[in-house]
């Protein structure tokens, strides 16, 4: 504000303006609560959020659907505070991370990005965990390739629907031969990816 509006401002006053906006904007944020807890798919992630003379760090959660995006400070990283966001029956498809506090959702689908680090760290363990990182790996982006050209609208939504079971099959047929390599750490990886995410 200083700098743009020469306005001066001290931090005292925009902790304040905040509490102002916050309690007068309370109505509309819990009709954005009830339109995600209705969304048949949203991304939801948290990440630390430290305030000044707080004891205890914070969480700063984010739930972004096609319609609304919800941010919350609350106190902890919990899966209490995913179910108050999205609803303890919550029976759409939610895109996460590995954290714990998703674990209840029903239908869950791991973040690519961490997948593709997962699929990069077989491959680069070498022997035989060689082929299977390199495999799902090659999968992976050609699945985020195609995704891309329906973002941009160089192919149809259906085509690439049509196309996806084979990716899918690829992508499990993959997991299940790491299961049988040498290495504990790639077997277990794909293990814990194909009991965690049914969309593999």
């Not at 714990?100 to 680090?117: E, I, M, N, P």
């Not at 690829?170 to 049988?180: A, E, F, K, S, V």
């Not at 040498?182 to 969309?199: I, K, M, V, W």
């Amino acid at each position: 504000m200083a700098e743009c509006f020469a306005i001066p401002l001290a931090v005292g006053t925009v902790v304040n303006q905040q509490q102002i906006l916050s309690a007068a904007l309370a109505a509309a944020v819990a009709e954005l609560e009830a339109v995600v807890k209705q969304s048949p798919v949203c991304n939801i992630d948290e990440t630390s959020w430290r305030q000044r003379n707080a004891q205890r760090r914070s969480w700063l959660w984010t739930v972004v659907t096609a319609q609304v995006t919800l941010f919350r400070i609350a106190p902890s990283r919990s899966g209490q505070i995913a179910r108050e966001l999205l609803g303890d029956d919550y029976g759409g498809v939610a895109g996460t991370d590995r954290c714990s506090a998703y674990t209840w959702l029903k239908y869950r689908q791991y973040c690519w990005s961490h997948l593709l680090r997962d699929f990069q760290k077989i491959l680069e363990r070498g022997g035989d965990s060689y082929p299977v990182g390199w495999y799902l790996k090659l999968q992976a982006d050609y699945l985020l390739m195609t995704w891309a050209r329906v973002r941009d609208g160089t192919l149809d939504y259906g085509d690439f629907l049509a196309e996806f079971p084979t990716i899918q099959t690829q992508i499990r047929h993959w997991l299940t031969l790491g299961l049988t390599v040498s290495s504990s750490h790639t077997a277990e990886t794909c293990r814990r990816l194909l009991a965690a995410d049914p969309n593999l």
